[in-house]
């Protein structure tokens, strides 16, 4: 009998822990997920394209338990991968260029501005991750100058690629402004 009855206030602590849990659960906003979905949503409603910002970071699971300084820098991350993927498309086009000349060497110029820009955004990257949000800045500015010097060459197969990389520098432009 002694038995049984030392088994009673485990079973009840047990019964309470998870009324508790549940309790919890159910009326306390504590979903992780959540939070970051809504401060991904109010950071990117501040830039220039916010579905496309939404999108962007969504695609990184760290987004969801980051704070504005993580999303920050997962936006920079962001825009040097499709820096890089840019290039490999520019340099794609290069290698395969018909006889088109002017075509080729508006390429050429392009490849040029892509390559120069990869290593100044990764030091953006090192900057930030020193805290300086302003060298950090310079270094996604100069990928947007990269892009519109780009664009300017006229190369339609390119029209596409540049107008979403520029869009993403763009908007993770405005993202790191909030952190000044």
């Given at each position: ?142 990928v947007k100058r990269a892009v519109i010097d780009c664009d300017h060459q006229g190369v339609k197969r390119l029209t596409q690629v540049n107008t979403a990389l520029l ?6 432009m405005m993202i790191l402004h909030l952190l000044f």
């Amino acid at each position: 009998m002694a038995s049984q009855n030392s088994n009673i206030p485990t079973k009840i602590l047990v019964i309470i822990t998870l009324i508790s849990l549940g309790f919890n659960n159910y009326f306390l906003p504590i979903d992780a997920e959540e939070t970051g979905k809504a401060l991904i949503e109010s950071t990117c409603k501040k830039t220039q394209y916010p579905e496309e910002c939404i999108s962007a970071l969504e695609s990184d699971p760290g987004s969801f338990t980051a704070n504005l300084t993580g999303l920050t820098r997962i936006a920079v991350e962001k825009s040097a991968s499709k820096l890089v993927e840019t290039l490999h498309i520019v340099d794609m086009l290069v290698q395969n260029a018909t006889s088109d000349y002017p075509t080729w060497g508006s390429l050429v110029l392009c490849r040029y501005s892509y390559n120069t820009s990869v290593p100044q955004i990764q030091e953006g990257l090192q900057a930030f991750d020193r805290l300086k949000f302003g060298k950090s800045y310079k270094s996604v500015e100069a990928v947007k100058r990269a892009v519109i010097d780009c664009d300017h060459q006229g190369v339609k197969r390119l029209t596409q690629v540049n107008t979403a990389l520029l869009r993403l520098i763009e908007d993770t432009m405005m993202i790191l402004h909030l952190l000044f």
